[in-house]
């Protein structure tokens, strides 16, 4: 089975720190993704990769940024906190652009204070 | 206008009672088509595709309708652990879209 494992399932925050989330998976894919997902709203996608050391900016990038300097991993970065950024942060990763199934992890509850 | 739109419900139906949800779609190139399930607070995971000629996964219909742009998602005789969300996504390349979804109850 595929495994997308992110580093942390609940994460409180004060303003204006810089904030780290974390992704690993598993099985060699090569596209990875950031989605918050907020009530009502749905998943909107923050920031993608389609291979190392590559990303793209989804839908609202505003407040992020990302690195993927390993194939298997995908960081998203919250460089000055907000608390507009208290959300549900899901990670995950397909194996490429023509196999479009998604595969998530268990996802960060991240409260800014 | 929301790119992909689903009823949020919530939709209470009995044990064994059959449900059916809609969602339609605004892109007409879409390519791909997906319902995952969501349950309280865990990550979204596929349920199914969602093929032109429709497709059956058990107690589980998903039908699309291209010419007035909407998928359709069948749930026969509905069990308690079909309590869940259930999100309507289109795809096409790297852009994903995810509906808000829609939630399903079952009661005994």
């Known amino acids: 089975d595929v495994k997308v494992t992110q580093s942390s399932r609940y994460l409180v925050k004060r303003t204006g720190e810089k904030v780290f989330l974390e992704c690993v998976q598993d099985m060699d894919h090569e596209n990875m993704f950031w989605y918050r997902q907020d009530p009502g709203l749905g998943l909107r996608l923050i920031y993608f990769s389609y291979d190392v050391k590559m990303k793209e900016k989804g839908d609202i990038p505003e407040g992020y940024s990302v690195s993927r300097e390993k194939k298997e991993r995908f960081s998203l970065i919250l460089e000055s906190a907000s608390t507009n950024q208290t959300s549900m942060y899901l990670c995950?990763?397909?194996?490429?652009?023509?196999?479009?199934?998604?595969?998530f992890g268990s996802g960060t509850q991240l409260s800014v204070l | 206008r929301k790119e992909v739109e689903q009823d949020p419900g919530p939709f209470n139906v009995p044990e064994g009672a059959t449900v059916a949800f809609n969602c339609t779609y605004s892109n007409s190139a879409s390519q791909s088509f997906f319902w995952y399930r969501q349950d309280c607070r865990k990550e979204p995971k596929l349920l199914m595709s969602v093929y032109s000629s429709g497709n059956e996964d058990g107690r589980f219909t998903a039908q699309l309708n291209r010419a007035s742009q909407y998928i359709s998602l069948l749930i026969r005789d509905s069990k308690l652990s079909d309590s869940a969300t259930y999100l309507c996504v289109q795809a096409g390349g790297f852009k994903t879209i995810f509906g808000a979804g829609t939630r399903l109850f079952v009661k005994a």
């Open positions: 995950a990763s397909r194996p490429g652009q023509n196999n479009e199934k998604l595969f």
